[in-house]
T-cell receptor
């Protein structure tokens, strides 16, 4: 079953600009996570936000969660070439597994 | 350094053959997972294990088998019964079962010739 859906599917911006990607989900959650995947590599955990949190920061990353709209956004400020990757959100639909979106492919142009 | 090691990174298989993908972790994590990733799609859970000698089917377990004889190891066998096995396979672990942070290996790309 697929719950998280990222938007946009692809995003191309100039280095130094901010990148925003969104994730929507369908049912109530306890937490939502964001991961990054470089091409052909494994996923790396970026940040986890709980349902009672509205905003969380980690370095150049800012994640917001709006449980009333069942949506989350990931903002990457002052983008760099190394930020080029796919970004996935994952929600906890059940007690035993995460449900993943299809991802946003981010390209940072030099 | 602690982490998850998957091997091989690339694997080619002829139709009708079984292949086994290795996943080893030295993070002392209880839970381990196998995911399949196809282009343009999210991860889909194949099998997971929350403790040694126990594992559960995920959403797409048909044509796959696993074992968990040691805490550190969770190999995945792609059997000839899997109709469309060409994909990128990812192994992950977490400190305990449930839906907390996952740590991933670098993946194994299987191609059926």
């Amino acid at each position: 079953s697929q719950q998280g859906e990222e938007d946009p599917q692809a995003l191309s911006i100039q280095e130094g600009e901010n990148a925003t990607m969104n994730c929507s989900y369908k049912t109530s959650i306890n937490n939502l996570q964001w991961y990054r995947q470089n091409s052909g590599r494994g996923l790396v955990h970026l940040i986890l936000i709980r349902s009672n949190e509205r905003e969380k920061h980690s370095g150049r990353l800012r994640v917001t969660l709006d449980t009333s709209k069942k949506s989350s956004s990931l903002l990457i400020t002052a983008s760099r070439a190394a930020d080029t990757a796919s970004y996935f959100c994952a929600t906890d639909e059940s007690n035993y597994q995460l449900i993943w979106g299809a991802g946003t492919k981010l390209i940072i142009k030099p | 350094d602690g982490g998850i090691t998957q091997s091989p990174k690339y694997l080619f298989r002829k139709e009708g053959q079984n292949v086994t993908l290795s996943c080893e972790q030295n993070l002392n994590h209880d839970a381990m997972y196998w995911y399949r990733q196809d282009p343009g799609q999210g991860l889909r859970l194949i099998y997971y294990s929350q403790i040694v000698n126990d594992f559960q089917k995920g959403d797409i377990a048909e044509g796959y088998s696993v074992s968990r004889e040691k805490k550190e190891s969770f190999p995945l066998t792609v059997t000839s019964a899997q109709k469309n096995p060409t994909a990128f396979y990812l192994c992950a672990s977490s400190r305990q079962g449930g839906t907390g942070e996952l740590f991933f290996g670098e993946g194994s790309r299987l191609t059926v010739l």
